[in-house]
């Protein structure tokens, strides 16, 4: 059974509100918009829920369970998510989102938690915690596409409503995605959300951006 107090921990640490700077960044999703990919709630359901299953979801969610592991090769993650990254700008989201979340961790907890990169740093830090990895999993998948949910809020636009909505009606994937994923092994990971990283790609020339990614 999961420690209440540690649960608590696990909701601030992947809270929005966490100071990492998530709501700078949109994984693409901000050169979709602009072509008129996404410009309804519908639009964006379907984009997230490729993300969460073939894309940057999976893999950064497969990662972050297996770094929570007690005998994790945190070093060989770190290497092996950066190779997996599409584009310089994911790799600089990753390690940029990982550095601040390593030293907001630090300065809570008082013990040393290296820069890795954000999924790498979560499952370590997360390691420590009375919680299931489902439960941990549940809550990144949901903060992923809360991020993405806010981006496209502020960016097609979307009203406050249509943007909750579609969170709630991706709440049954996450769940199962999260469960899936908690027990999926290093052969599992897979990316074929082809788009999206295109998208993540043409980012970093994009004339006018409001996002960092």
């Keep these: 059974m ?14 929005p509100a966490f100071p990492i700077g998530a709501f700078a960044y949109s994984q693409g999703l901000e050169v979709a918009i602009s072509d008129g ?8 359901e379907a984009w997230i829920a490729a ?3 073939h894309g ?18 945190l070093a060989g993650l770190t290497d092996l998510i950066l190779a997996l ?3 310089a700008e994911r790799v600089t989201e990753l390690q940029e989102q990982g ?14 938690h290296p820069a890795r990169p954000y999924p790498i740093a979560v499952g370590a830090a997360t390691a420590t915690l ?12 949901q903060g992923l596409s809360a991020q993405l949910t806010s981006a496209a809020v502020r960016f097609v ?23 899936a994923y908690a027990e999926a092994p290093l052969s599992a990971l897979h990316s074929s959300a082809i788009r999206a990283d295109i998208a993540a790609m043409r980012h970093e020339t994009l004339p006018v951006r409001i996002f960092r990614t």
């Design 85 to 87: 990254a599409p584009s």
């Design 99 to 112: 550095r601040a979340f390593a030293l907001a961790i630090s300065a809570i907890t008082g013990a040393d």
């Design 157 to 179: 636009p979307l009203g406050q409503t249509d943007g909750q909505k579609t969170l709630a009606r991706l709440a049954p994937r996450i769940t199962a995605l999260a469960a």
């Design 130 to 141: 009375n919680v299931s990895t489902t439960e941990v999993l549940t809550l990144w998948l």
């Design 51 to 53: 993300i969460l299953r």
């Design 37 to 44: 990919d996404i410009r309804t709630a519908a639009d964006l």
């Design 2 to 15: 999961a420690d209440p107090t540690d649960r608590l921990r696990l909701v601030q640490w992947l809270s």
């Design 56 to 73: 940057s979801g999976r893999i950064d969610a497969i990662l972050l369970a297996h770094a929570r592991k007690p005998d994790a090769d």
